[in-house]
């Protein structure tokens, strides 16, 4: 079983009332210290975010640009440096102690790393249990019995309620992070790249649990990840990332068919296409230059260095999220007209095509020869 053979989302309605999750200009800001403070790591610098009851937000980017510590931040596993945090129309942005961990029933996370975010000294019905023992939602006599329905819920076999992680595959060790994850039965997920260390055949598995999941159990998912096709496979809304900030945010249809930052349409033109005729059409998009540094990040638009549509303006003046003729948000003074598949690649605003780089170009070719 392949990702495309996972079950298809289904059709949520439009999203109307107030939304479950809401962030209004975070940032998280890490200083740097030599003796005193000599600087700050911009992780994440100013996003406006929301997530409403019932729907999947896919978060994507390439690594480092903030997706993680945006969702930690969300979670309140990090304080924000600025900005706030509503939760189900309360503001969460500083609430600590008693009603912080009162929270914690409502918003659980599905880590990346399957084995490291299980405790390997800890039985799985004890790590199962441990939500349900700490927030006393079941008594002591039922934790057993309760712990052994979520284990038959997501798939796993109850009778290895003693077992321990190391005792698991991969992708039995992500159905018991879930497990975990649903055990207080909260409205929302942060799902942080759940998948990306499995196999194809069990991604499919585990976006199919998620799935069933989010549909007997009226969930909410914030869904990170690399992988561009599991993205579209799974959510109802795409926003892509850019150092520390939002380039582009829209429906999935909507995004992936016709993009509007350069950056969103670089990535989603290195996405394999499986169809030989149409992937003759498409040409990727591929980058120069260095990726700025989140310590000092560059004036005005910050994708600016490593654009091919970049003018002056672009290295000024930094474009607000703002809403395109096509109805999804974008921060690009100058947005893509084409579809994606019709785009050519290019190396500047002036050129048409790109050629292929010559071996004395070549870090690798040059190393070589």
């Not at 499919?204 to 159990?217: G, K, M, R, V």
């Not at 980058?287 to 260095?305: M, N, Q, T």
Request: glycine share 6%; with cysteine.
């Amino acid at each position: 079983m392949s990702v495309i053979e996972a079950t298809p989302t289904p059709y949520r309605p439009k999203r109307t009332g107030e939304p479950l999750l809401r962030l209004e200009g975070v940032k998280k800001h890490f200083p740097i210290t030599r003796g005193k403070q000599i600087g700050a790591v911009h992780a994440v610098d100013g996003v406006d975010l929301e997530v409403h009851p019932g729907e999947t937000l896919g978060l994507v980017g390439e690594t480092g640009c903030g997706k993680s510590t945006l969702a930690r931040v969300a979670m309140r596993l990090f304080e924000p440096s600025d900005g706030k945090i509503w939760f189900n129309g309360q503001d969460i942005t500083r609430v600590k102690g008693d009603e912080l961990r009162a929270l914690r029933r409502d918003m659980q996370m599905v880590f990346q790393d399957p084995y490291a975010s299980l405790n390997p000294r800890k039985t799985v019905g004890s790590i199962i249990g441990a939500p349900l023992r700490l927030h006393q939602t079941v008594p002591k006599s039922k934790i057993k019995p309760e712990v052994q329905e979520l284990m038959r819920l997501v798939g796993l076999n109850p009778e290895h309620y003693n077992r321990y992680p190391h005792e698991f595959s991969g992708g039995q060790r992500q159905r018991i992070g879930v497990a975990r994850a649903i055990a207080l039965k909260p409205k929302l997920i942060v799902c942080d790249e759940p998948v990306s260390a499995l196999d194809v055949s069990i991604q499919a598995q585990i976006l199919n649990l998620l799935s069933d999941l989010q549909s007997e159990l009226n969930l909410t998912y914030l869904f990170i990840a690399h992988d561009l096709s599991v993205v579209k496979h799974v959510s109802d809304r795409v926003a892509v990332m850019y150092l520390g900030k939002i380039a582009e945010m829209a429906e999935k249809e909507t995004l992936y068919d016709s993009p509007k930052h350069p950056y969103t349409g670089a990535l989603l033109s290195a996405v394999p296409i499986a169809d030989p005729n149409i992937a003759k059409k498409k040409k990727q998009i591929i980058l120069e230059g260095d990726v700025p540094s989140p310590i000092d990040p560059p004036s005005g638009c910050r994708f600016h260095p490593r654009c091919y549509r970049a003018q002056e303006r672009c290295s000024v003046e930094e474009p607000e999220l703002r809403v395109m003729d096509s109805g999804q948000l974008a921060a690009c003074h100058f947005p893509l007209e084409t579809r994606i598949i019709d785009a050519p690649t290019v190396t500047d605003p002036g050129s048409s095509t790109r050629s292929t780089p010559s071996p004395s170009s070549c870090w690798s070719c040059r190393r070589s020869s």
